[in-house]
Nanobody, 131 residues
Framework: EVQLQASGGGSVQPGGSLRLSCAAS????????MTWVRQAPGKAREGVSC????????YYSDSVKGRFTISRDNAKNTVSLQMHNLKPEDTAVYYCATDYLITEDGSYLYIGDDNAGKGSWGRGTQVTVSS
């Protein structure tokens, strides 16, 4: 069974930092792109960042580029999102997922080969940025 467990969320003031982690199990982690997607209250989900299976290629939406850094440790089956200079508009539930490619405008496109046409998703972790 595929499991994705995101952690590291919390409440911070604007300008602060947080590091999210996602622990994966139940699949061959180093064969999959890993993706962070967020959903703010009352808004559609937005792609944030993704990283290739070997970690050599990363993608970011324009809204987080230069502030967020995605990384992965294939030996530990984890993917992380280091977030700096957080803004109130970064407030959202952050999900990790498999095999979605992020575009600069925040769209996310499934690039895997699952018959259902979608990747696996974790339960999310809340990030709140407020003064």
């Amino acid at each position: 069974e595929v499991q994705l467990q995101a952690s590291g969320g919390g409440s911070v003031q604007p300008g602060g930092s947080l590091r999210l982690s996602c622990a994966a199990s139940g699949f061959t982690f180093d064969e999959f792109y890993m993706t962070w997607v967020r959903q703010a209250p009352g808004k559609a989900r937005e792609g944030v960042s993704c990283i290739s299976s070997n970690g050599n290629t990363t993608y970011y939406s324009d809204s987080v580029k230069g502030r967020f850094t995605i990384s992965r440790d294939n030996a530990k089956n984890t993917v992380s999102l280091q977030m700096h200079n957080l803004k109130p508009e970064d407030t959202a539930v952050y999900y990790c997922a498999t095999d979605y490619l992020i575009t600069e405008d925040g769209s996310y496109l499934y690039i895997g080969d699952d018959n259902a046409g979608k990747g696996s998703w974790g339960r999310g972790t809340q990030v709140t940025v407020s003064s």
